[in-house]
């Protein structure tokens, strides 16, 4: 079975935002202690708007500055070291201010679609743009697993040679006004060509999709993610330093109370579930599993956990968006 591993790069969103160094280069160099000696290349979905606020701000303020060069460095070393660098677009960074404190973030429009659509196509451009200093972008995640509706991103995506996308995790649904999605008709392959509506195979469409694998969780199963994260400890706490959105409650309700569908993840302690997703995949006949996860929100139990599943299956052929292209 192919693997591909991707990680969302990126800062948190919170009220503390958290610093390059804790939520982007230590973590990723923890988890490629593990992933280089099982020969596993990674893809990064770089929050691109973050490169592009930072260019912006470099100029005149020395902080930013420094930030911007850790990251820089940073992107340069896993581009050069063969990781792929993919365009992840979180749009709240076009209404983001600097301050003192550091960045501060308007959520109000935190979906691409919010903008016109002459602004899209200008957001994708200059996001491309910025990834170009380290590699052209083949593939596209939305920030928040925003990507409904598709047809306004399209052109964008289109016009900046973007032909693959990995957002849809199959069954995922949230009603959360910030990140409002609704996976449950996705396909069940490991992947598939679309054109507007990347849950509407077209045998012909420009776009693939690669979707995100998921499982179905029990309320269960997420008590107990809340009990590991309450008990803490060193083993469970995140290498990033800032703080997240919180989840809408009503999201937060139906996991505590109904079985719902969940991305596969390394980030904390979901990354126990990464043998089950396994099993499931290879019972259903599937050739292609994508994990995702976020450097921020590694800990040293979710990389024990990846460490124990990679040798444990020496016939994982780890795989990157460029093999599907």
Known sequence: ???????????????RHGTPQRCLAEPTQALLKITDRAGVKL?????????????????????????????????????????????????HW?????????????????????????????????????LSEFAKPLAYRAGGWVIQPFAPLAPALRANGIRIDSTVFPGGH?????????????????????????????????????????????????????????????????????????????????????????AVSIDGPKARWLERAYREHKARGRNCMVVMGHPKALTPYSLDCLDRFLKRHRDITPATYAHLA
């Open 1 to 15: 079975m192919k693997l591909i591993l991707s990680l969302d790069y990126e800062l948190f969103f919170g009220a």
């Open 174 to 262: 949230t009603e959360d006004s910030t990140q409002a999605l609704d996976f449950r008709g996705s396909p069940d392959k490991d992947y598939w060509r679309f054109d507007t509506d990347p849950l509407a195979p077209a045998s012909r469409g420009y776009f693939t999709e690669v979707p995100i694998a998921s499982v179905r969780v029990s309320p269960i199963a997420y008590w107990t993610l809340a009990a590991r994260k309450l008990a803490g400890g060193a083993r469970h706490r995140p290498w990033g330093d800032g703080g997240a959105i919180p989840n809408g409650k009503r999201d937060v309700a139906r996991k505590l109370l109904a079985r719902t569908a969940a």
């Open 94 to 130: 076009e209404d983001t201010r600097r301050t003192a404190e550091g960045w501060r973030f308007d959520l109000r429009r935190y979906a691409l679609q919010s903008f016109p659509p002459a602004e899209i196509v200008d957001i994708v451009t200059r996001y491309t743009r910025a």
């Open 43 to 91: 893809a990064f979905f770089v929050d691109a708007g973050y490169l592009c606020k930072l260019a912006e701000h470099a100029l005149r303020d020395a902080a930013v500055r420094r930030e911007a060069d850790v990251v820089r460095r940073h992107l340069a070393t896993l581009a050069r070291d063969g990781h792929a660098i993919e365009l992840h677009i979180h749009p």
